[in-house]
């Protein structure tokens, strides 16, 4: 199901009845601004979705006219509040397990979106110094916020691709210049599989990405799924699919559940984002105690490459 709506960062969309309204109201069709005429391509006057989401995530990287966009969208849906920090902690509880736990010193974090606090290579650099971090985006903004803001400990390394996840081939191309292929990486998905219009071609994305990492890499998957109440906010959005707004695909959460075919689960396995090794009073890790309240549309799973892993085993499409 695609919901007409506007990604926000590599995680939320945003409904295109109440923002575009926003954008019309202010901003005329045809009006230039000075960052256009300027050449940056980054307008500071009208919402952009990733700044939004960098809003919500309490960054700095916003203008007055996202958090207005952000408030709008929160005065319509608090609830969106609960899943935006519900989806950021499960990412940085799952990094931090990978780095401690699991002994990991390699990521690729597919879907960067803006930089903001505890990112990927802060939680992995504060247990171990000495990680690499790639990160990988397609969108201008995000490229030009990513090489001043993402810096790395003198031990390790962290770098910015600016290239398209579907061609896994150059992609794995341009991270095997920063990262060793030969030793274990944790590939990191973050709300960003949705971009994909169809399952196939998730699927040959996730089978590029595990058949050229060696066993004992982790695959970490946190992603929308398909419920009740987000297909009726899907029918409230179809006036407005004629803004042309790029869609981001959700599936029921069996789909998401069979990407991880052929690896084993950390325990507790696919679970609610919340719900994912929740830390207790202390800050530790707590498996099934005092477990918060579920989400029920954001689910997130982290799962080992086996030994035993047969590059065929996602060859083929559920549906």
């Given at each position: ?47 952009h ?11 700095k ?13 929160l ?29 990991i010193?390699?990521?690729?974090d ?37 090489r001043?803001?993402?810096t ?13 996840m ?34 196939q ?15 004992g ?32 695909h ?12 052929g ?57």
């Amino acid at each position: 199901m695609a919901y007409p709506g506007i990604l926000l960062g590599s995680c939320a969309w945003v409904n295109v009845s109440m923002l575009g309204e926003l954008f019309h109201r202010r901003y005329p069709a045809g009006m230039t601004t000075d960052d256009y005429r300027s050449g940056t391509g980054i307008d500071t006057t009208v919402p952009h979705s990733a700044r939004i989401w960098n809003y919500w995530l309490g960054g700095k990287d916003n203008y007055p006219v996202d958090r207005e966009a952000g408030e709008a969208w929160l005065a319509i849906d608090p609830e969106m509040g609960v899943a935006v920090k519900a989806s950021r902690e499960f990412l940085q509880r799952a990094v931090r397990y990978l780095a401690r736990e699991a002994g990991i010193r390699q990521f690729l974090d597919i879907g960067t979106g803006l930089p903001t606090a505890d990112n990927t290579h802060e939680v992995a650099q504060r247990v171990a110094p000495d990680a690499r971090i790639v990160y990988v985006d397609n969108d201008p903004l995000i490229l030009a916020h990513a090489r001043a803001l993402m810096t790395s400990t003198p031990e390790g390394a962290t770098h910015y691709m600016h290239t398209d996840m579907r061609d896994a081939a150059h992609l794995l191309e341009l991270a095997s210049e920063h990262l060793d292929l030969g030793k274990p990486v944790a590939v990191v998905l973050q709300m960003v599989l949705g971009h994909l219009p169809t399952e196939q071609e998730v699927r040959a994305l996730i089978r590029a990405l595990v058949d050229a990492v060696v066993p004992g890499s982790y695959l970490l998957i946190c992603d929308a799924i398909e419920t009740e109440e987000a297909q009726a906010a899907q029918k409230a959005g179809q006036q407005y699919n004629h803004s042309g707004a790029v869609p981001y695909h959700v599936h029921p959460l069996a789909v998401l559940r069979s990407r991880f075919d052929g690896l084993e689960f950390v325990e507790p396995g696919l679970v609610s984002a919340p719900r994912w090794r929740p830390d207790d009073r202390d800050g530790l890790p707590s498996v099934g105690l005092g477990e918060p309240e579920p989400v029920t549309n954001v689910f997130g799973g982290l799962a080992r490459k086996p030994t035993s892993w047969a590059a065929s085993t996602r060859a083929s499409d559920p549906s």
